[in-house]
T-cell receptor, first 111, second 115 residues
Framework: KQEVTQIPAALSVPEGENLVLNCSFTDSAIYNLQWFRQDPGKGLTSLLLIQSSQREQTSGRLNASLDKSSGRSTLYIAASQPGDSATYLCAVMQADPKSTFGDGTTLTVKP | DAGVIQSPRHEVTEMGQEVTLRCKPISGHNSLFWYRQTMMRGLELLIYFNNNVPIDDSGMPEDRFSAKMPNASFSTLKIQPSEPRDSAVYFC?????????????FGSGTRLTVV
């Protein structure tokens, strides 16, 4: 059974800092990995999707990497802003369309 | 496309009442998922459909919960009778079966409070 872990559970940084969020998974036989953002009281917004054949994806200040062999993905946020404050979840999809979600990292960017 | 549409956004009901949550997936997406999110248990998959057929309902808590997908553009999640422990945010998500390029799109959720 796939298990997805996100450490740390919470992170607080000053504005402008570059930061990395971590996601690890136990079964490397994955189709893709998707990073989501969730604001308080809101739904999940997709940020980036990395296919199993890819190593990374970039969107603006966000860069996500995938290392299947080690069962790890990272989400890099450059020049963090207070508006980046949210919970970030990773989801790993395997052969069927079900995804396994991590519990998320709650990020606070202080002005 | 308007995205995944869920209704209602908020629902407050008394214990024992029937609750029906609704979802309209993105047109062309052939997989639909119902999730429940609580502080204690995080995001839990309740059931998912592929081409309107329930594939895995192992996450449905008990017989009080039922889900249907009568056509490709509509699904319901019903709780009867509702209990206070059912209070949570219920999300619907859809995806298109395109192999490794498929990803999830979530609705805004229904916040259910059972008093």
């Amino acid at each position: 059974k796939q298990e997805v872990t996100q450490i740390p559970a919470a992170l607080s940084v000053p504005e402008g800092e570059n930061l990395v969020l971590n996601c690890s998974f136990t079964d490397s036989a994955i189709y893709n990995l998707q990073w989501f953002r969730q604001d308080p009281g809101k739904g999940l917004t997709s940020l980036l999707l990395i296919q199993s054949s890819q190593r990374e994806q970039t969107s603006g200040r966000l860069n996500a990497s995938l290392d299947k062999s080690s069962g790890r993905s990272t989400l890099y946020i450059a020049a963090s802003q207070p508006g980046d404050s949210a919970t970030y979840l990773c989801a790993v999809m395997q052969a069927d369309p079900k995804s396994t979600f991590g519990d998320g990292t709650t990020l606070t960017v202080k002005p | 496309d308007a995205g995944v549409i869920q209704s209602p956004r908020h629902e407050v009901t008394e214990m024992g009442q029937e609750v029906t949550l609704r979802c309209k997936p993105i047109s062309g997406h052939n997989s639909l998922f119902w999730y429940r999110q609580t502080m204690m248990r995080g995001l839990e998959l309740l059931i998912y459909f592929n081409n309107n057929v329930p594939i895995d309902d192992s996450g449905m808590p008990e017989d009080r919960f039922s889900a249907k997908m009568p056509n490709a553009s509509f699904s319901t999640l019903k709780i009867q009778p509702s209990e206070p422990r059912d209070s949570a945010v219920y999300f619907c998500a859809s995806s298109a079966n395109r192999g490794s390029t498929m990803g999830y799109t979530f609705g805004s959720g229904t916040r259910l409070t059972v008093v």
